[in-house]
């Protein structure tokens, strides 16, 4: 019997296009084979004893003989590459309709009334690289005390502030204002606070960024586990994804170490339903900057702690390694892209050197841990659970 599943998202780890990648203005994309032949190879040695260069497809990483976990890779059905849907297809949900954009900047309808219930003139208001802009505008921002608004290729509204300047609970609150503003035709997935320190020419963002969701509409399988009392341990961003639903305990964390270290306190502890973690640096520090070499080092990184988390694996346990859409940083602008996610599952009751082959959706994840708890609700998946179990 399985009790628990842990779920670890490296956050745009996408592994090749998807069949309708082009619609979405992505070409030949591929975040982890362009990764490694940009850097001329990438030595993830744990995750290939799982099965990542196993799965079919894959490129830059070469296979082995007889992987100790099952392996595979899903397609996106749901509209969209960015985080958001991503996570709610990975839980079960089927977005038909992508979250609202701008990237001309936000309407003046929007802005006057944002500056007007903030008190405040905005500065920037377009889309940008986050720390460009910050760079660009820091230094006005300081000397005026206007927050700077910016968005970019995802459904974001996002806010950023010296702290020094605007403590954070002033910045909490004007995202709290914009969460209110955007709804109906201006909805947008989240607002983003943004926060930041240093003096021009030498800022840096600071861990304590916040996330503003809208609620999943539908059941997900989050929502499953909370209903039948089990444990939903969100580590990460998962909590702000989710806007907390289907959450019973959340832990915020300030980059993938800390995240890697939560996730192995978590499992240390012997409890019912599923940890849901997500690793965000590989999409943040290093898809969105378009830098292959730090996302090559971050995930050469994470493989190494990959032994840590499987020896804290107990016999009822069993882990997953997926991602949420992709990112690659040799692609050009700074948007996500749309790819295959790959599939990793490890355990002590897990079969070894099983292919799930290529799954048509995300949403197959959260319909395999509905089948291993015996769960029913979720309208949208296919389990593999009897290929693994």
Known sequence: MIN?????????????????????????????????????GIHLPNLVRLGL?????????????????????????????????????????????????????????IIHVFEEKIGRKILGNKAASGTEIIEELGKEHLETGCPIVYTSADSVFQIAAHEELIPLNELYKMCEIARSILVGKHQVARVIARPFIGTPGSFERTPNRRDYSISPKGTTILDLLTKHHMHVLAIGKIEDIFNGQGITEAIHTKDNMDG???????????????????????????????????????????????????????????????????????????????????????????KKSINIGIRDSFADIAATIADIFQLEGLQYGVSFKKLIL
């Open 53 to 109: 260069g196993n799965i079919e497809g894959i490129k830059g990483i070469e296979g082995i003989h007889e992987p100790l976990g099952c392996f595979g890779k899903a397609k996106e059905i749901s509209k969209g590459k960015d985080t958001i849907t991503g996570h709610w297809e990975m839980t079960g949900l089927y977005i038909t309709e992508p979250f609202q954009t701008y990237p001309d900047g936000f309407p003046p309808e």
């Open 4 to 40: 628990r599943v842990t779920i670890v998202v490296l956050d745009s780890l996408g592994i090749g296009a998807l069949p309708d990648s082009s619609e979405y203005g992505d070409h030949n994309v591929d975040t982890l084979g362009n990764i490694s032949k940009v850097c001329q």
């Open 260 to 350: 890697v270290n939560e996730t192995i306190n978590a499992l240390k502890e012997r409890r019912k339903g599923i940890i849901f973690t997500n690793l965000v640096d590989f999409d943040a520090k290093f898809g969105h900057r378009r830098n292959p070499e730090g996302y090559k080092t971050a995930l050469e990184d994470f493989d190494k702690r990959v032994p840590e988390l499987l020896a804290t694996l107990h016999d009822d346990d069993i882990i997953i390694f997926t991602a949420d859409h992709g990112n690659d940083p040799t692609y050009i602008g700074t948007d996500h892209t749309r790819e295959y996610i790959p599939i990793l599952i490890y355990g002590h009751q897990i």
